[in-house]
């Protein structure tokens, strides 16, 4: 069995540029979530942790795409995925997103 190799395409894009992740603290500092949001953020935490620790009987589903290019994306994605939800009384579903932030290069998230 061959190991696993990046192609040298995803590997050259990697190494186009190198920008460092903003600490947690001062992304949090610059971009204020509302009090819906957190809410919204800790109430899935809470019935995530419920549901791995056996204590609710949903199952725990994570969708979302790939990758993204733009907020207006993600946005369009959880509205049509907001409207299923309902209908799917047995399931927590939280969406995740990666955010491509330079549209054109591959997105190794996926």
């Not at 540029?17 to 600490?23: A, E, H, K, N, T």
């Amino acid at each position: 069995m061959k190991p696993f190799h990046r192609s040298s395409r995803s590997c050259s894009l990697c190494s186009l540029q190198y920008d460092p992740l903003i600490q947690p603290a001062l992304l949090r500092h610059e971009i204020q979530s509302t009090a819906e949001s957190q809410r919204t953020t800790a109430s899935a935490r809470y019935n995530a942790a419920s549901i791995l620790a056996g204590q609710d009987n949903r199952v725990l589903v994570i969708v979302g795409p790939c990758s993204i290019h733009s907020p207006e994306q993600a946005l369009d994605y959880a509205k049509l995925l907001k409207e299923k939800i309902p209908s799917w009384p047995n399931l927590l579903v939280i969406m995740r997103a990666y955010l491509c932030v330079y549209p054109g290069l591959l997105c190794v998230s996926c």
